[in-house]
């Protein structure tokens, strides 16, 4: 109780007036600040930095580096940082943090930063910072070491095409599984589930055809995808659905394709069927060829088959009924077409040479490069391929085949001209929308370039969604393509519905250019040439057989460009009622307003 008049003597006001005048004394603290301010080190870049948003207020910028949290909101101060000079006392005090993981330390740092007398903020404390810093930019060099500027070897997208049934994913699974790219055990396992469906002979497909609708009815639907390389070149399998109905998917693949592996089923009947009017052997090599792969690899499969055992008969049967109707497709036979017999199920002819026991003749026949082929297997004849018309330094061209989110948004697409790399400013056409390339992954791994041929991933940052993007459009550089929504073109009018046997003008279609699918309307017909040679000047109509000059008219606009420019943004194919009807190209845009 003694303590009540100890108190009592200490709460008179004469105690309060003693101390004062010390209030005045707060005032010179900026005098204090002054001095602690010449303290500052004037050579330190990030005082500089932060001296410079306080446009010379040594005094606010003391204030500033006092509380780092608010520097963040300076984009000359994360520009500084970015650079890795000197890190922010944010990341020093995110380290410490989970160390010490005590509230109370918490607030007294941050009672400590808000006194301004308090020494603390002198203290450089870049002393303990160059720690988090020196970690920065190895992680970023991480990023982009694993392919720098991609993998020297050429990359090449094939895609599968011919027949249901001719064989299409057994053999894209065979070569991984002759490749290494599938192990013993998973082969093992997919023999027992074919086994239990009593379809031993598409345990290979299984490889390619992963769900189960596909498995039970043993027809591909989506496009399969696989990687394999060899020592020369890096391949992408795209196995197309062989089915009439699935035609709309086969075309997605082939537009992304380089490379045709057309499968022809040798077995009596087969070969027959899928040829014949009908089949869809005659329209996949003809979509392929408008989608502009560089070379056709007929691939005869089921040699080995007991109507068949290696018949060089039977191959030359099955050659000369395709050579014309490839002709016909535009096909240059003697440099771009070239036949292999195979057996996709057993492997001969895949990347080993057949047994001349099992087949005499083949070795004379490459040898003497016969049907364009001087490799005896399917993998060298690959090999030996070499692509054209590849630009690296072109404007950048990548139409866009799909797009999803993830952290950002990625289109995926494949880079037809140009190299494209993380902090490019990119066009997105036809909505003329800019952003910046925040990062490039080829096959699933970052890279600091991507050149043509190349299947990318691209992030696009600046704010670009989803919704701001769509199939079909195309990512371009300076200058970007054309969007048009009418253009006049060339025609190959190679079918017709049952129900229309002529074309005239107001005949609707769907029109698809490499990614882009959109409705069309045939507004006007200039001219037409028939199979004699004959010209027409501004005919009614025009029937199947005719090579047709005309506009096409679309909803919407489309990127594109003339088939002289740039040949893959140029070609295009007309389908109605589930067959192709036409194939083209773009001769003539409108002109640019200015």
């Not at 086969?250 to 009017?277: C, H, P």
């Not at 490459?366 to 005896?376: L, R």
């Not at 067959?579 to 845009?589: D, E, F, R």
Request: glycine content about 6%; some cysteine.
């Amino acid at each position: 109780m003694s303590f009540n008049p100890n108190a009592s003597t200490w709460t008179p006001s004469a105690g309060a007036s003693s101390w004062t005048p010390p209030a005045p004394a707060a005032a010179p603290a900026p005098a204090e600040l002054e001095s602690q301010e010449s303290a500052v080190d004037e050579s330190d870049p990030l005082w500089q930095v932060v001296l410079k948003i306080a446009q010379g207020d040594k005094e606010k910028a003391t204030k500033m580096l006092a509380d780092p949290d608010s520097l963040t909101a300076y984009p000359e101060v994360l520009e500084f940082l970015e650079a890795g000079d000197v890190p922010m006392d944010t990341e020093e005090d995110w380290e410490k943090q989970p160390k010490e993981d005590s509230t109370d330390d918490l607030a007294k740092a941050v009672e400590d930063k808000m006194n301004i007398d308090e020494d603390a903020k002198m203290e450089p404390a870049p002393a303990p910072t160059p720690k988090p810093a020196a970690p920065k930019p190895v992680v970023v060099k991480e990023a982009a070491e694993p392919i720098k500027e991609g993998d020297p070897r050429e990359h090449l997208n094939l895609v599968f095409i011919g027949h249901v049934d001719a064989g299409k994913s057994t053999l894209s699974g065979n070569i991984l599984y002759i490749t290494e790219n599938v192990d013993k055990r998973t082969i093992e396992r997919y023999e027992r589930e074919a086994k239990e469906l009593n379809r031993e002979s598409w345990f290979l497909a299984f490889i390619m055809d992963t769900n189960e609708e596909e498995r039970a009815k043993g027809k591909t639907v989506e496009v399969g995808r696989a990687q394999f390389e060899t020592d020369v070149k890096r391949y992408t399998i795209l196995d197309a659905p062989g089915h009439k109905n699935y035609v709309p998917n086969m075309i997605m693949g082939a537009s992304q394709a380089d490379v045709g592996v057309l499968v022809i089923s040798a077995r009596k009947g087969e070969f027959e069927t899928g040829f014949d009017r009908g089949g869809q052997t005659r329209e996949h090599a003809m979509l392929a060829k408008t989608l502009g792969v560089s070379y056709l690899i007929v691939v005869i499969n089921k040699m080995d088959d007991p109507t068949v055992q290696w018949s060089k008969d039977r191959f030359d049967e099955c050659v000369q009924k395709l050579r014309p109707f490839l002709k016909g497709c535009g096909y240059a036979i003697k440099k771009e077409v070239k036949f292999i017999p195979i057996s996709g199920l057993k492997g001969p002819n895949v990347r080993d040479e057949v047994d001349p026991t099992e087949c005499g003749w083949w070795k004379k026949c490459w040898t003497n490069g016969d049907n364009n082929t001087s490799q005896p297997s399917l993998i060298s004849l690959l090999d030996s391929l070499v692509m054209k018309g590849r630009n690296p330094q072109a404007p950048v061209r990548i139409p866009i085949l799909d797009r999803y989110t993830d952290r950002g948004t990625i289109a995926m697409g494949k880079v037809e001209s140009g190299t494209i790399r993380p902090g490019t400013k990119v066009t997105i056409m036809p909505t003329r929308e800019t952003y910046k390339v925040d990062a490039v992954w080829a096959n699933e791994d970052p890279v600091a370039a991507a050149r043509p041929g190349e299947n990318v991933l691209v992030k696009l940052g600046g704010g670009c969604g989803i919704e701001n993007i769509l199939k079909g459009f195309v990512i371009c550089t300076e200058p970007a393509c054309r969007a048009v929504s009418k253009l006049i073109c060339q025609i190959a009018l190679v079918d017709m519905p049952e129900n229309t046997q002529i074309m005239t003008a107001g005949f609707q279609a769907m029109f698809h250019a490499h990614c882009a699918e959109e409705e069309c309307t045939i507004s006007k017909i200039f001219e037409t040439t028939n199979n004699k040679g004959i010209v027409s000047k501004n005919p009614r109509f025009a029937s199947v057989g005719n090579r047709v000059i005309c506009m096409i008219d679309l909803p919407r606009t489309i990127p594109c460009e003339t088939y002289d420019d740039y040949p893959f943004l140029g070609r295009f194919t007309l389908r109605t009622e589930g067959k192709t009807i036409a194939i083209g190209k773009i001769t003539k845009l409108p002109p640019k307003k200015e």
